[in-house]
């Protein structure tokens, strides 16, 4: 059974902090991994990461991929109040299908 | 660019009741899924389709149909709705190679 970790579940930190969300993976036919951010409506997509070693960069955001630990990070630097969400991490297998993991909620207070 | 359009956006119906959630693309992706997302499971794949005429199931299948006779729609159908139905709904889409893009999901409560 295809299987997507993360953690931590939920996080508090304060205005300013840096921020290391993790997510593990065990699936047959691994193709790419993704991160999403959702905050009260659909999630949008953050990254898509294929290669291994290989970081993604956008703005105060980055993430990069290990496929030979079966893993990724997503890094928020100099975070902010409405960096304030739920992470989604999910693998796609075959047939564009994602496997999502439940999730970190990161509040970031003032 | 109106991407993947929801509806209804708030559902509330009965046991025992069919209800059925619309989404349509203005794109022309091929690919077309239903998830549900609820508090401790995250989400899970309902159903999904990679053209018209083609559906499969995903991991919750039991008590849903769906159908796909055009490329932009795929509507999902619970045939007689339980409790343990009510979530948040989203319809997603995608192209080869390219991210999953959500709609932005129907509440569905079932009393």
């Known amino acids: 059974e295809d299987k997507v970790v993360q953690s931590p579940l939920s996080l508090v930190v304060h205005e300013g902090d840096t921020v290391t969300l993790n997510c593990s993976y065990e699936?047959?036919?691994?193709?790419?991994l993704l991160w999403y951010k959702q905050e009260k409506k659909a999630p949008t997509f953050l990254f898509m990461l294929?290669?291994?070693?290989i970081e993604k960069k956008s703005g105060r955001l980055s993430s990069i991929l290990d496929k030979k630990e079966l893993s990724s990070i997503l890094n928020i630097t100099a975070t902010q109040t409405g960096d304030s969400a739920i992470y989604l991490c999910?693998?796609?297998?075959?047939?564009?299908?994602?496997?999502f993991g439940k999730g970190t909620k990161l509040t970031v207070n003032p | 660019d109106a991407g993947i359009t929801q509806s209804p956006r708030y559902k509330i119906t009965e046991t025992g009741r069919q209800v059925t959630l619309m989404c349509h693309q203005t794109?022309?992706?091929?690919?077309m899924f239903w998830y549900r997302q609820d508090l401790g499971h995250g989400l899970r794949l309902i159903y999904y389709?990679?053209?018209?005429?083609?559906?499969d199931k995903g991991e919750v299948p039991d008590g849903y149909v769906v159908s796909r006779s055009k490329t932009e729609n795929f509507p999902l159908t619970l045939e007689s709705a339980t409790r343990s139905q009510t979530s948040v709904y989203f319809c997603?889409?995608?192209?080869?190679?390219?991210?999953?893009?959500f709609g932005n999901g129907t509440r569905l409560t079932v009393t």
């Open positions: 999910a693998v796609e297998v075959r047939g564009e299908k994602l496997v």
């Open positions: 389709s990679a053209a018209a005429d083609i559906t």
């Open positions: 699936v047959t036919n691994f193709r790419s």
């Open positions: 794109w022309s992706h091929s690919y």
């Open positions: 294929t290669s291994s070693g």
């Open positions: 997603a889409a995608t192209a080869a190679n390219s991210p999953l893009h």
